[in-house]
């Protein structure tokens, strides 16, 4: 049974930072490009960042790039999102996926979901 599990979500001030992570199992972690997305409630859900299976290449949304960093370590089949310069508007919650390709999770063709973890930024 593939699992994927985010964890670091919480309240902080504007300016702020937080680090999400997403603890895998059940798949072969190392062979999956993986990426965030975020949702607020009444939205679509918004493509943030994704990271190839070696984390060799990188993607990121326009609202995100320069303030988000997408890293993972498949020694411990754990992704990361390291937010800083947090704004209001990127309170969210925060998704982890798999995917067969980094395309196409960025276009939201995903094979398995996490359940999300809240992220509240104050101003």
């Known amino acids: 049974q593939v699992q994927l599990v985010e964890s670091g979500g919480g309240l902080v001030q504007a300016g702020g930072s937080l680090r999400l992570s997403c603890a895998a199992s059940?798949?072969?972690?190392?062979?999956?490009?993986m990426g965030w997305f975020r949702q607020v409630p009444g939205k679509e859900r918004e493509f943030v960042a994704t990271?190839?299976?070696?984390?060799?290449?990188?993607l990121y949304a326009e609202s995100v790039k320069g303030r988000f960093t997408i890293s993972r370590d498949n020694n411990k089949n754990t992704m990361y999102l390291q937010m800083n310069s947090l704004k209001p508007e990127d309170t969210a919650v925060y998704s982890c996926?798999?995917?067969?390709?980094?395309?196409?999770?960025?276009?939201?063709?995903?094979?398995?979901w996490g359940q999300g973890t809240q992220v509240t930024v104050s101003s």
């Open positions: 990271i190839s299976w070696n984390g060799y290449s990188t």
């Open positions: 996926a798999a995917g067969a390709t980094s395309g196409a999770i960025i276009i939201g063709t995903i094979d398995y």
């Open positions: 059940g798949l072969a972690f190392s062979r999956y490009p």
